[in-house]
């Protein structure tokens, strides 16, 4: 089975811009949650998303935002890049919304802002 | 509040000697509990998971953690290091709030020596 999937990879952006990045959950699981990392730092909870609607937000300013399509799989959006957005995007997929069900991580998103 | 304190950046062993990495916590619910593995340029892998049931969890790569409650620890341990164990490693703690809120550690770099 394939695990989770992020694309792009990489991604160099300018200040000022946007940016899109791309998440496809394992297949049959319902919530996929955005993580950023970072350098040196372990994954800050940005959202989590289940059955289309936004269901928990972490402390991120409202240049972010996400949504969720009908075959669950996800979009993370960043407005007005800063050069501190430069991270590893990180996208979670589980079974349910909650409970004791663990995250399954994709690779994540190297974004760099210059 | 939720929180997660790893006592030590970096932990540096000799292969074939015991593996410690520390982990404090701090949870207002019946939290549960994570430890995940990261290597370089690779996304988290799900190494054990603590959720009310036995305290003391076996994990993946002979990996594992003792949830101790009055001490609000759960250590991560192994017996002996393999160099492939070399990466780095994030406590987790996650509260059902009607969504996952997770929060990751700043995480432990290991450095396992020939």
């Known amino acids: 089975d394939a695990g989770v999937t992020q694309s792009p990879t990489h991604l160099i952006k300018t200040r000022g811009q946007h940016v899109t990045l791309r998440c496809s959950p394992i297949?049959?699981?319902?919530?996929v949650s955005w993580y950023q990392q970072v350098l040196g730092q372990g994954p800050q909870f940005i959202f989590q998303y289940y059955e289309k609607e936004e269901r928990g937000r972490g402390n991120f300013p409202d240049r972010f935002s996400a949504r969720q399509f009908p075959n669950y799989s996800s979009e993370l959006n960043v407005n007005a890049l800063l050069l501190g957005d430069s991270a590893l995007y990180l996208c979670?997929?589980?079974?349910?919304?909650?409970?004791?069900?663990?995250?399954?991580f994709g690779p994540g998103t190297r974004l760099t802002v210059t | 509040a939720q929180s997660v304190t790893q006592l030590d950046s970096h932990v540096s062993v000799s292969e074939g000697t015991p593996v410690l990495l520390r982990c404090n916590y701090s949870s207002s619910y019946s939290p549960s509990l994570f430890w995940y593995v990261q290597h370089p340029n690779k996304g988290l892998q799900l190494l054990l998971k603590y959720t009310s049931a036995a305290t003391l969890v076996k994990g993946i790569n002979g990996f594992e953690a003792e949830f101790k409650k009055s001490e609000t620890s759960f250590h991560l341990t192994k017996p002996s290091a393999h160099m492939s164990d070399a990466a780095e490693y994030f406590c987790?703690?996650?509260?059902?709030?009607?969504?996952?809120?997770?929060?990751f550690g700043t995480g432990t770099k290991l450095q396992v020596i020939p």
């Open positions: 987790v703690v996650s509260e059902e709030r009607g969504y996952q809120k997770v929060t």
């Open positions: 979670a997929s589980s079974l349910v919304l909650a409970g004791n069900y663990e995250q399954y």
């Open positions: 297949s049959g699981h319902k919530s």
